[in-house]
């Protein structure tokens, strides 16, 4: 019974000498995690999928700008890549709603006074909802998912004017909420 728990014991010894260090390495469960962990991340953005169904949405213009804003982040060295294969991480972005009218909906109702400065004003109103999800590629696990909604009111944008001008709105609301200090759990998902 004595051999039984001594080699119990030298086990993982014994195993640390044959299998890599990689095998004993904390994973990584959240982004802040990641940011701690890591000086350099390399990124793939993937293409960004629409399920609104609106094909005026510029998918390519909202890419370009994600892609954009995370290369100049200064507190985060992010690599670049185009190939998943080659990313630490992989951004995935999915366009869930597009909303455009010619009258602001009644949105300011903490108080009275603003509910009725809301009725007065005649704005036009455009929001996005994109569902970012941030996948960590050793684990293949997402370590980090939210839905961001951004939202213009103009007096006087067009509806034409509005995809253009959401979609540069949606980026810094995406990397204020990326970067957030605020801890959140998110929980972890197996892909």
């Known amino acids: 019974m004595r051999n039984i728990l001594k080699a119990l014991a030298l086990s993982p010894l014994v195993l640390s000498l044959f299998l890599p260090q990689e095998a004993f390495a904390q994973r990584i469960r959240t982004w802040q995690e990641l940011l701690k962990e890591k000086k350099a991340i390399s990124i793939c953005v993937e293409d960004i999928v629409n399920s609104t169904g609106d094909g005026k949405i510029d998918t390519d213009a909202l890419k370009s700008g994600l892609t954009k804003a995370l290369s100049e982040r200064k ?5 670049l890549v185009p190939d998943p294969a ?7 972005s999915d366009i869930i709603e597009y909303y455009w009218t010619e ?4 949105d300011q109702v903490h108080s009275s006074i603003g509910m009725a400065y809301d009725m007065m004003k005649k704005e ?8 970012f999800s941030i996948l960590y590629v050793p684990d293949k696990k997402i ?4 839905k961001i909604k951004a939202t213009i009111t103009d007096p006087v944008m067009t ?6 001008m959401i979609e ?13 200090k605020r801890s959140r759990r998110f ?4 892909m």
């Open 75 to 79: 507190s985060v060295d992010f690599e």
């Open 159 to 164: 509806e034409s004017e509005s995809y253009k």
């Open 124 to 131: 036009h109103y455009a929001r996005m909802t994109v569902d």
């Open 86 to 92: 080659q990313a630490d991480i992989i951004l995935k």
């Open 187 to 190: 929980s972890v998902h197996n």
């Open 103 to 106: 009258e602001d909906p009644l």
């Open 143 to 146: 370590i980090w998912n939210e």
């Open 168 to 180: 540069e709105r949606i980026v810094p609301v995406f990397m204020r909420n990326l970067f957030k």
